[in-house]
């Protein structure tokens, strides 16, 4: 529809479908770096200039979750300096649909750093260290992930609770997570199960793959081989 975007003279719809779309070209390994939405449709620096040009921070938060939705599964640490500069979202795109998208990708981001922070802790307590103390800096790290997860969550469960059906799986998702990092696997697997049915039913064939890829993960490094 992108030609019918252009003949309609509707701009903005297609500033954001054009995102969106190179996004998933990279997606598709139809870029250079798969991390850069730099493309077939758009330049990423271009647009990138456009929004500060134009003060134009609705766009600029659309290009910044399609960033995110690229790089959590590519490039966490550059999924993690996304949505830690990313400042407000919510308050900007209020009532946005684009936000369901948004809290997904920060709340697994958060928790993917929670897990990334507890095996340097874990790492830092090994014999051969010198001390156990883990330092300020991880210390500091997982403080911020493990805040930024549990304002995510209570987000999503309130969406829930008021009748957003669209974040159902969502939220079970993130609850899986966050039994993950704390070491609950049985009740992240249960969580993880439900969150891909949820998904599947609501049609969410992409975050369903995310969960299934997120529990065989776990199970992997519990040792587990068998479904």
Not at 171 to 194: P, W
Request: net charge positive; aromatic share 6%; hydrophobic share 35%.
């Amino acid at each position: 529809y992108l030609d019918q975007m252009r003949e309609l003279g509707q701009t903005r719809t297609l500033e954001k479908a054009l995102i969106s779309y190179q996004a998933v070209l990279n997606m598709m390994g139809k870029s250079k770096d798969p991390t850069v939405l730099t493309g077939e449709v758009i330049d990423q620096e271009e647009v990138m200039q456009k929004c500060i040009d134009t003060q134009n921070k609705h766009l600029e938060d659309i290009l910044t979750l399609s960033r995110l939705s690229v790089a959590f599964y590519l490039d966490i640490d550059l999924s993690a300096r996304l949505v830690s500069e990313a400042g407000n979202v919510y308050k900007r795109l209020p009532a946005a649909p684009s936000l369901i998208r948004y809290a997904l990708f920060e709340g697994l981001t958060a928790f993917a750093m929670i897990r990334k922070y507890n095996d340097k802790q874990q790492q830092q307590q090994q014999p051969k260290k010198r001390s156990s103390i883990s330092s300020p800096t991880t210390v500091y790290g997982i403080t911020k992930w493990k805040t930024k997860a549990k304002k995510v969550l209570h987000r999503v469960q309130t969406w829930v609770r008021k009748g957003n059906a669209n974040c159902i799986h969502v939220l079970h998702l993130l609850e899986a997570e966050q039994y993950c990092v704390a070491g609950k696997i049985g009740d992240a697997k249960r969580k993880y199960d439900t969150a891909i049915s949820s998904a599947a039913r609501h049609g969410f064939v992409h975050d369903r793959g995310t969960a299934n890829e997120l529990v065989g993960q776990m199970l992997l490094e519990a040792g587990e081989t068998e479904r």
